[in-house]
T-cell receptor, first 110, second 116 residues
Framework: RKEVEQDPGPFNVPEGATVAFNCTYS??????FFWYRQDCRKEPKLLMS???SGNEDGRFTAQLNRASQYISLLIRDSKLSDSATYLC???????????FGTGTSLTVIP | GAVVSQHPSWVICKSGTSVKIECRSL??????MFWYRQFPKQSLMLMAT?????????EQGVEKDKFLINHASLTLSTLTVTSAHPEDSSFYIC????????????FGNGTRLTVT
C-alpha cells in the first residue's frame, strides 16, 4: 500500500467553479502535510501547509482530517491560471521522510 | 525568492559523456537533500537521498554507479549522470527541507537533460 494516495484526475472544470481534491495517507503517525503546485515542465512550488485546524489562503482552503487520514484542498472561483498539477506531501516516520502523492491534474476551461 | 538553486537549468550532451548537476541551499544548511527524476506526464520519482558527510541512499532500481551523488558541504549536493544515454533524458529536480519541525521541502528549479 502506498504511503500517500491521490486521485490523478484529470479534473476539467469551468472557470468560476469550485473544485476539491483529497489525498489519503496510510500512516497515522504522519506529522506534517503540504500541498504543492507543479506547472508543466517546472518544479513543484509550495502552495500551502495544512494545519490541524484547517487554513485558508484567498481562494484556497486546506483541511486535515486525522481520524480519516486525509487532507483536502478546496479551490473556489477557479481561474484559468489554476490549471496545474497539485501534489500532496506528507511527512512521517521513519525519521522525517517526505511522501508524495502522484499529483492531481486540474484544467480550468474558459 | 528561491531558497534552493539548481544549475544548470538545461543541458544537452552527447551519449557517453557525463553531466554534473548542482543543488545549493541558499539561506539555510541542508544535511539532507533529495534528488528526483520526472519523465513527461509522469510523477516525480525519488532517486536518492543525499546525506552531508556520508553516502547517499539510493532508491530501489537506481544505479548508484551511474548516478553519483556527492554532498560535500551543508549547502551543496551534486548529481553526476555518468556515461549518459538517451534514455537518461529527463527532468531532474533536487529539493531540501529547511531545518525545523513542520518545515516544507523547497525545490530547485530543475534541470532538463537531453542526451543525443
Amino acid at each position: 500500500r502506498k504511503e500517500v494516495e491521490q486521485d490523478p484526475g484529470p479534473f476539467n472544470v469551468p472557470e468560476g467553479a469550485t473544485v476539491a481534491f483529497n489525498c489519503t495517507y496510510s500512516n497515522s503517525a504522519s506529522q506534517s502535510f503540504f500541498w504543492y503546485r507543479q506547472d508543466c515542465r517546472k518544479e513543484p512550488k509550495l502552495l500551502m501547509s495544512v494545519y490541524s485546524s484547517g487554513n485558508e489562503d484567498g481562494r484556497f482552503t486546506a483541511q486535515l482530517n486525522r481520524a480519516s487520514q486525509y487532507i483536502s484542498l478546496l479551490i473556489r472561483d477557479s481561474k484559468l491560471s489554476d490549471s496545474a498539477t497539485y501534489l500532496c506531501v506528507v511527512t512521517g516516520p521513519p525519521g522525517n521522510q517526505f511522501y508524495f502523492g502522484t499529483g492531481t491534474s486540474l484544467t480550468v476551461i474558459p | 525568492g528561491a531558497v534552493v538553486s539548481q544549475h544548470p537549468s538545461w543541458v544537452i550532451c552527447k551519449s557517453g559523456t557525463s553531466v554534473k548537476i548542482e543543488c545549493r541551499s541558499l539561506d539555510f544548511q541542508a544535511t539532507t537533500m533529495f534528488w528526483y527524476r520526472q519523465f513527461p506526464k509522469q510523477s516525480l520519482m525519488l532517486m536518492a537521498t543525499s546525506n552531508e558527510g556520508s553516502k547517499a541512499t539510493y532508491e530501489q532500481g537506481v544505479e548508484k554507479d551511474k548516478f553519483l551523488i556527492n554532498h560535500a558541504s551543508l549547502t551543496l549536493s551534486t548529481l553526476t549522470v555518468t556515461s549518459a544515454h538517451p534514455e537518461d533524458s529527463s527532468f531532474y529536480i533536487c529539493s531540501a527541507p529547511r531545518p525545523g519541525f513542520n518545515s516544507p521541502l523547497h525545490f530547485g528549479n530543475g534541470t532538463r537533460l537531453t542526451v543525443t
